[in-house]
């Protein structure tokens, strides 16, 4: 008897110094599984139980279950430091430092030509002009002959056109695009036509596609005033209310009367000999435009007895550059991020 409750106290002393010593978590497991496991070392020292005197065995019993209560509870004490010292190391390797800096945002922008599309729609919607689209591939009928450019203009030489196929081309300007209004819809008309068109030039101040925006307005009785007055609006809404707009006599094909249309320097109001916008000159030319010519309205199947009209057309590149003081018109086709971003 002696012998085993020996063996228990000195199983008991052992253990708990394997315990004190114990590193990890894993370690202290390992130790419970060889002593308080189905095989572990108490159920070996307790296999001897059968040859021990049965008075003996509570007694030899008691001892046992008091080895095991300590070896437990050393356990579980062991346990807790060790496993709040891991946590701890843990947290201390996982540190996320917090005051590194973030890493900042690359916000996209709109480009200046959409921006500026989208100014003079605003501007224009104010006062009733729907948006509406054209193909960019046209038919060579629609770019020129429908609106009065004839054969022999030299707006179709193979150095301005870009020509698709027998018949089509790329379009040259967004006026055909009058034509396909009034051939699908009835008087009254008030569209505007924001789009890419294409002509075979390239330098600082051409490119072989540019933006347009073209304006029609159709009705009974509208009158040359009317043009005036929704340009001279549309002036003071984009440059400011103090500008001035100067209509000067000039010839497009599908317009007559035309006019090129000029708006005061917003910059220097004309009072600036060295001006970089206006050069000195007091004016800044800004679009095309005029009463739509009787033609047009016989080729789209209206009555010009009836109707009357005005229509314009305007490079938004042009006005960009104006607004935004842009020095070259290639800037706006480089992609290059270092001029972008300045139209945040
Ligand atoms: N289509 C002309 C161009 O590309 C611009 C233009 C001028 C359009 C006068 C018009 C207009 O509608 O009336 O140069």
Known sequence: MSDLIGKLNSLEGEVLAQIAAAKSSDALEQIRVSVLGKKGSLSEVLRGLGSVDAAERPKIG??????????????????????????????????????LPARSLHLGSLHPVTQ?????????????????????????????????????????????????????VLRTQTSPVQMRAMREQKAPI??????????????????????????????????????????????QELFGSDVKIRLRPSYFPFVEPGCEVDVSCFKCGGRDEKCSICKGTGWLEILGAGMVHPRLFEVAGYNPNEVSGFAFGLGIERIAMLLHHIPDLRLMFQGDVRFLKQFL
């Not at 001892?63 to 095991?68: E, H, L, T």
């Not at 505007?192 to 073209?214: K, W």
């Open 116 to 168: 500026t599309v989208r100014k003079i729609t605003h501007i224009l919607g104010k006062i009733g002009f729907d948006l509406t689209t054209g193909p960019e591939i046209e038919t060579d009928f629609m770019n020129f002959e429908a609106v009065n450019i004839p054969k022999d203009h030299p707006a179709r030489d193979m150095q301005d056109t870009f020509f698709v196929g027998p018949g089509v």
């Open 190 to 235: 008030r569209i505007l036509c924001p789009g890419a068109v294409y002509r075979a030039d390239n330098d600082a101040t051409h490119s072989p596609m540019f933006h347009q925006i073209e304006g029609l307005w159709v009705d009974k009785g509208v009158r040359f005033s009317d043009l005036k007055g929704t340009l001279q609006f549309f002036a």
């Open 62 to 99: 008691a001892v046992s279950n008091q080895v095991k209560a300590k070896v437990e509870e050393a356990l579980s004490r062991a346990k807790e430091t060790l496993g709040s010292a891991e946590i701890n190391a843990k947290i201390a390797k996982e540190k996320i430092d917090i005051t």
